[in-house]
């Protein structure tokens, strides 16, 4: 399905921003790791944690919804040898963290995934699991992944990479072996497994920001309650910012600090931004965000902010078209293996629309203020994030943009339109 695009007069009013995708991701997973019954509240509906579902019933694991969002799990004490391969669709968070947890089992497994998922870079797992004991094939560091499974050794881990799957997926591994498991990054990465596994009263520790060890644990089966994505809340947060005369809010966003750097980002830029109704559900801190338009400067986004806003760097890009001076974006070169290669496909057809961006190895250069002209269209790539970032700037183009296979946003987010319609005066 294409989608054209329609310039807006204005945002105005409030939405609730859907299930968070990477807590979602998690709070599946890890119920299947209790030898329990595990209620979870406000699942996401997109694509990936359904993979993921579909994924764990095939390893025995019971899923019964009660309504579209809220489900039970029950891991029937052990997970079992799945009778076929194991589909994760688009999502590497599935792949990945899935490969720590079966590279524990003591049975074999094969995760595949869509053309896209088939193309990224596996060995970053692949490394440290095979390192733990683990043996895998695998197609040159791609999916499909053959897993042997069984008694893993405990490592320490330096990890090359600020990657909270890469993390995640060890520390998981770390729950089968016979040892201390720790792993060390160079910027903290998102803790939400450490948060929910803490939660679940895993023998868990947070040495330092970067540093974390597990060890040989049960967890504790507990009701659970998914908040809001920022990264998806980050799409609203930008169309308000450049569309004259908005003024939202988005409620029950996370704003755990590992994943708000797009808040400081606006911040920077001197976006009009405010968090409203601060509080915690499951342990994560949530609040209502509000933003209207704004006049904006550019500023730099490096080192550690990047882990803190990987995820928004798209629509950040389309941001900083509309702010004053230069943004640069740089130590960002992992957006290159993301569903596409973010810095590619955003800075190519940003360019085709009339903005200053230049392309570098690890990021981008902007230059703005400009007027985007449109009357293109869109290749999303596969990738639902350039979907939903070019379907903003389409609200503020001379010329609509014809998005290709819109489609591809139900992967994180299939209630995006309905939402933006919601809020959207034209
Ligand atoms: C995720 C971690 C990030 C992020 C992805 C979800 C997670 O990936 O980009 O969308 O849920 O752990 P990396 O770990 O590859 O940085």
């Given at each position: 399905m294409d989608y054209k695009t329609k310039n807006a007069k204005k945002l105005t009013g409030n939405i609730v921003i859907p299930p968070d995708k990477s807590i979602s991701h998690r709070t599946a997973?890890?119920?299947?790791?209790t030898k329990g019954v595990v209620n979870i509240k406000n699942f996401s509906k997109g694509a990936d944690c359904h993979s993921t579902l579909k994924i764990l019933q095939q390893l025995g694991c019971e899923v019964k919804f009660?309504?579209?969002?809220?489900?039970?799990?029950?891991?029937?004490?052990?997970?079992?040898?799945?009778?076929?391969?194991?589909?994760?669709?688009?999502?590497?968070?599935?792949?990945?963290?899935?490969?720590?947890?079966?590279?524990?089992?003591?049975?074999?497994?094969?995760?595949?995934?869509?053309?896209?998922?088939?193309?990224?870079?596996m060995k970053r797992i692949i490394s440290p699991l095979t390192e733990m004991g683990a043996k895998f094939s695998h197609n040159n560091y791609k999916a499909p992944l053959k897993i042997t499974g069984g008694k893993l050794h405990a490592i320490t881990y330096n990890?090359?990479?600020?990657?909270?799957?890469?993390?995640?997926?060890?520390?998981?591994?770390?729950?089968?072996?016979?040892?201390?498991?720790?792993?060390?990054?160079?910027?903290?990465?998102?803790?939400?497994t450490e948060l929910m596994l803490k939660y679940l009263e895993a023998d868990i520790v947070e040495n330092s920001l970067t540093s974390t060890?597990?060890?040989?644990c049960i967890l504790t089966p507990k009701d659970m309650e998914v908040c809001g994505d920022i990264s998806s809340a980050a799409f609203f947060m930008v169309a308000a910012a450049i569309v004259q005369n908005s003024e939202i809010i988005i409620e029950n966003v996370g704003v755990n600090h590992t994943r708000s750097g797009i808040i400081d980002v606006f911040k920077r830029m001197g976006a009009n931004i405010e968090l409203l109704n601060e509080r915690n559900i499951s342990g994560e801190p949530v609040a209502d965000i509000k933003v209207s338009?704004?006049?904006?400067?550019?500023?730099?986004?490096?080192g550690a902010d990047i882990p803190r806003l990987i995820d928004e760097i798209p629509v950040i890009a389309v941001l900083a078209t509309q702010a004053e001076g230069t943004t640069v974006i740089k130590?960002?070169?992992?957006?290159?293996?993301?569903?596409?290669?973010?810095?590619?496909?955003?800075?190519?057809?940003?360019?085709?629309?009339?903005a200053d961006i230049e392309e570098r190895p690890d990021g981008m250069i902007i230059n703005g203020k400009t007027s985007l002209t449109g009357g293109i269209e869109i290749d999303t790539h596969h990738d639902h994030r350039t979907a939903m970032s070019f379907y903003v700037a389409g609200l503020i183009t001379q010329q609509p943009l014809l998005i290709k296979e819109f489609e591809w946003v139900n992967t994180s987010f299939p209630e995006f339109q309905e939402l933006m319609s919601k809020i959207t005066k034209d």
């Open positions: 997973m890890f119920a299947s790791l009660h309504t579209d969002m809220d489900l039970t799990i029950n891991a029937k004490n052990a997970l079992k040898a799945p009778n076929s391969d194991l589909d994760c669709g688009n999502s590497g968070t599935t792949m990945r963290m899935m490969s720590g947890i079966l590279a524990g089992q003591p049975f074999n497994s094969t995760l595949f995934g869509d053309a896209s998922l088939s193309k990224r870079p990890s090359p990479l600020a990657s909270a799957q890469v993390k995640s997926a060890v520390l998981l591994a770390g729950m089968f072996a016979d040892g201390i498991t720790t792993v060390n990054e160079p910027y903290q990465s998102r803790n939400h060890s597990i060890r040989p338009y704004s006049d904006l400067k550019g500023t730099t986004i490096e130590d960002a070169s992992d957006l290159r293996n993301k569903e596409s290669d973010r810095i590619s496909t955003i800075v190519s057809q940003l360019k085709a629309i009339g």
